[in-house]
């Protein structure tokens, strides 16, 4: 198991944007912007969360949403919004709704093979 960084652009709806290196996290759901990152592009909470860590203690920390953009992908993305220590981290909320997976061989990002229910013969999803 290795760790693997990104640079990702993020920026607010109206076009504020900044570069970010993330920490890739396959077992966080949430990304996480650091403190100074999201003050600058204007964000504000929508709603508090309850999170666990490792060692079991709950925290609560804001979400809002922004645009993330890796490579040639841009997309909306619900985030938490940091405070004074938390690490800029990729979660994978942002990784699924960008259509991408975490090779953990190669230790990149790469698109996900995405599928689509459709439906069948007599109405049945197949």
Do not use: H
């Not at 290795?2 to 966080?28: C, K, M, P």
């Not at 964000?43 to 860590?53: C, G, M, S």
């Not at 997309?75 to 004074?84: D, H, I, K, M, R």
């Not at 938390?86 to 061989?105: H, K, N, Q």
């Amino acid at each position: 198991m290795g760790i693997t960084y990104v640079d990702a652009e993020v920026s607010n709806e109206g076009g504020v944007a900044r570069t970010v290196r993330f920490l890739v996290d396959s077992g966080a759901a949430f990304t996480v912007l650091p403190q100074e990152t999201w003050r600058a592009l204007g964000l504000q909470p929508t709603r508090t969360v309850d999170f666990a860590l490792a060692d079991g203690s709950i925290i609560r920390r804001d979400v809002s949403y922004c645009f993330l953009k890796f490579e040639d992908v841009r997309a909306p993305t619900p985030v938490v919004l940091g405070e004074a220590n938390d690490a800029a981290l990729l979660g994978t909320l942002t990784l699924e709704s960008m259509g991408l997976v975490l090779d953990p061989f190669e230790r990149t990002l790469r698109p996900a093979r995405l599928r689509l229910g459709a439906v069948g013969p007599a109405g049945a999803i197949a």
